[in-house]
């Protein structure tokens, strides 16, 4: 049996035993607790499964003292960013159960027969989504709790009523089997069936898993090439099933002439922080920085960049590809660096930053490789004469999660035209600060045009995460001791609901 | 250039003189003005929209005794059933100009700045549901209005604010062209871009459009075969994009033992009128009747559809598929014709009905063949023994848009089993009613499972449907000038937003 082994990227030693991959026959078993927990799941009422989500956060939080030590050894993301994004995930499993808990997600909309409607007459109508059944989820590398084996795509299947199997990732096998172990034991406490949430290991499991029947919908954070495969395999089942891929994210950031005027250093120090941070290993870093010609602050600029130390990067992989990538950018005819090459030589998987530069003309006519996400602690500069090259170049620019925009007050009036472009190429529109931090809030959005999303039309961080996991169901004329809590006459359940069109409580 | 000619199929004879395909440059130009109508139309106020809505639906009525002889001619649905048909199309984008007003449809988000949040803070975000851009819509046979050029595939997108490029169905060139110039000219009438809606003819058009960059979206009325090398299509291009299909549906019915005793005739008599409905071409057609053992209908059954005459069907292919399969069922070993076949020998294209029988064990034996759509006035008679046989039969059903159970309140008790096993099944579940009809309203869900749609978290019918064509966007700390009018301060729309995680007005 293959062992899935991980290495402490500070030092290039193991960082635990291994983990197994999931045998086949272990999956199949796997599939069908999850497939028969399915019914009773969804059947529990919003209170307990508002109380797994909290028992859940609470045991993880509980925790903390033994998960961070072992994410640190497999990831080298440091203990202060680990304890926030530990935070973060356990604030994020008691948003979803606030999200149930208030029920418009159920959207529970009933109109009343209208036996002399024209043209045809309306019988009882009551609609409410409904889980779609085992979801199963991939565990990225780069944030090893928030969107890994607790992450966001698990804590908004469960909240949606879905049995969840985590695929997880490879890069922290230690971590996410511990992780696993604890959610299992809050599934147990809560007795609820076993099926509710799995971990799995391997990527062949993965793939099987994948293309099983059992498997409703599946979500997906990591690479364009890793995520194009597996939706092009959700996609060719011969039932397909939705596939929600976070993939790669250029990220542009416009800043205007005013804003540079005005406090061009902040502007500079803001945006070697935001790139690098993490050892830019996130899907917002910033990619691309568009500046006005006549900035002066490469100066300023090269010397934030370099006084970066290398950091660790997730695994050797990665950083092999962030050596190759940057090399390659380095050596383009379009670009030059803006710091001098470092080489760092210790053991473990490090990352050194790197900081390019290009007009805006030349991105236009090399947009396919500039304008591709390099992912570590990279960026480029692109300088431009006027608003019109401006905006040819973000017309070359790929869909994002996030566009930025840096200005001033007297920018707003014409700025249209700007924002005009960057509107249908992202999900999250920035004002005077950094793509990088992605608030867990009902009003959230994670998620874009492609490539930075499989399906532009939903999110992986926020209140609405939940959406992707449900479909809707009307029942007509239905008795009402068949109906559903939701959908029943005085509105047991005390939840927003929509009456012939008009929305009550 | 090829001609697209249509047949009255109650003679034979051609329609009209056909509509020429489009041809490629013809397309491209087409395409390019839809994409540059975007931005303008979409930023268009919700009243515009509205407006536009109702007055395609003023005109298309003010039109109705051009439009429903030309539809007549072309798909031999009768007068009755086309008025009612555009009755309710013209309802439909009424309906949606209702759903655009009332506004929540935007589903406007808003959190305000938490400075002090923990574990991070949380900046102002806003988001909202954006138009996505110039939409796709093939046209179904089988409603020449209502799910054809001013259906509701073409009524959702244009209040979702899209653009409307509709591949028109070769079986009503005619009626697809008129309507086509009605909607154009209403379009003009209100000073929009023409590119906001068009109407192209011709398979590869439709083809070449879906994979063109241009179309952000595509929705498809049709059959499995059909639906699905589109989708692939969809899903293959190199930005993937969302296809909503709505394909092949079985729609079983349930009948219990007790139901059968108290109105089994009623209940014969409705099913088989709703099976020859529009000679049997509805997606909602119940293709499959589960009957107790012992029901004694089989005599008034196989009177009824004998007292059916042939009706026409919309054109020789479909005819000719739907003899070439009835013929295959009657001589398939596991089920018997309850009616002696009859021969229709008149000019033109007619569907004569048929009824089949077979037991719940040899269904649940053949069910890939036995539980397939047969398109057209046909249906098959499940006979079960046992709820232990129904439910096993039920378990091999695919997924279909309608599942209906015909019951008394003494049963209720003891159906959650059975509604177990329909619910992951279909997207609408009816008690004691018949699946062909389909109200346009808030609550109506029309869309299952696969292959029923080819992504069930969608509707093509009811206020809902506007959210295909929509994505989210989320404005962080944007400057109150450049946000949209549904995020502003003060909510000058007027419009159901959430603030904070709770619902106001």
Same sequence: chains 1, 2.
Avoid at 52 to 81: Q, S, V
Avoid at 187 to 210: E, K, M, S
Avoid at 431 to 452: D, K, L, Y
């Amino acid at each position: 049996m293959k062992l899935i082994e991980s290495m402490n990227p500070r030092t290039g030693e193991p960082a635990g035993t291994g983990v197994s991959e999931t045998p086949s026959g272990e999956l199949t078993s796997a599939l069908s607790l999850a497939k028969s927990a399915a019914r009773r799941y969804a059947s529990e009422s919003l209170a307990e499964r508002a109380l797994l989500l909290r028992a859940m956060a609470d045991k993880l939080d509980d925790r903390a003292d033994e998960l961070i030590p072992l994410a640190e050894a497999e990831t080298g993301l440091g203990k202060p960013r680990l304890t926030t994004e530990l935070a973060r995930t356990t604030f994020q499993l008691r948003l979803f159960a606030q999200v149930i808990e208030e029920g418009s997600f159920l959207e529970a909309t009933l109109d009343t027969p209208a036996p002399d409607a024209t043209p045809v007459p309306r019988p009882d109508l009551r609609r409410q989504l409904e889980a779609l059944g085992p979801v199963l989820v991939f565990a990225a590398s780069n944030f090893p709790f928030a969107f890994s084996i607790a992450g966001g795509d698990t804590a908004s299947a469960l909240a949606a009523g879905c049995p969840v199997v985590v695929k997880a990732h490879e890069g922290h096998p230690e971590l996410s089997r511990r992780t696993g172990e604890i959610l299992s034991s809050v599934v147990a406490d809560r007795n609820l069936p076993a099926g509710v949430f799995t971990v799995i290991f391997g990527q062949q499991a993965g793939r099987d898993a994948l293309v099983d029947q059992r498997i409703k919908a599946a979500g997906f954070t990591g690479s364009t090439t890793g995520g194009r495969a597996l939706f092009d395999l959700a996609s060719g089942r011969v039932d397909p099933i939705p596939f929600y891929g976070e993939l790669g994210s250029i990220n542009p950031t416009v800043v205007t002439k005013a804003a540079v005027r005005s406090r061009g250093s902040e502007i500079a120090s803001g945006f070697v922080n935001s790139f690098t941070l993490g050892t830019g290993q996130f899907c917002t870093k910033p990619g691309l920085l568009f500046l006005p010609i006549g900035h002066k602050l490469e100066a300023e600029l090269s010397e934030a960049v370099s006084a970066v130390s290398a950091t660790p990067m997730l695994n050797n992989r990665i950083a092999e590809s962030y050596a190759k990538i940057s090399a390659e950018l380095s050596a383009h005819p379009s670009i030059r660096s803006m710091v001098t090459p470092r080489l760092h030589t210790e053991p473990g998987a490090w990352g050194v930053p790197c900081l390019f530069v290009t007009s805006a003309e030349q991105f236009t006519e090399a947009a396919d490789t500039l304008g591709a996400e390099c992912f570590g602690p990279s960026s480029l500069i692109v300088e431009y004469a006027s608003k019109h090259e401006l905006i040819n170049a973000l017309q070359s620019v790929e869909g994002s999660l996030t566009a930025t925009i840096h200005g001033e007050q007297s920018d707003i009036s014409s700025l249209a035209p700007v924002l005009d472009v960057l509107r249908p190429r992202a999900g999250r529109l920035i004002w005077n600060g950094w793509p990088t931090g992605v608030a867990v809030a009902w009003a959230m959005q994670h998620g874009g045009p492609w490539p930075s999303s499989t399906n532009a039309l939903h999110t992986s961080v926020g209140a609405t995460a939940v959406r992707r996991w449900m479909r809707p169901v009307t029942y007509q004329s239905f008795p009402h001791d068949l109906l559903p809590p939701a959908l029943q006459d005085g509105n047991p359940l005390g939840i927003p609901r929509r009456v012939d069109g008009a929305l009550r409580r």
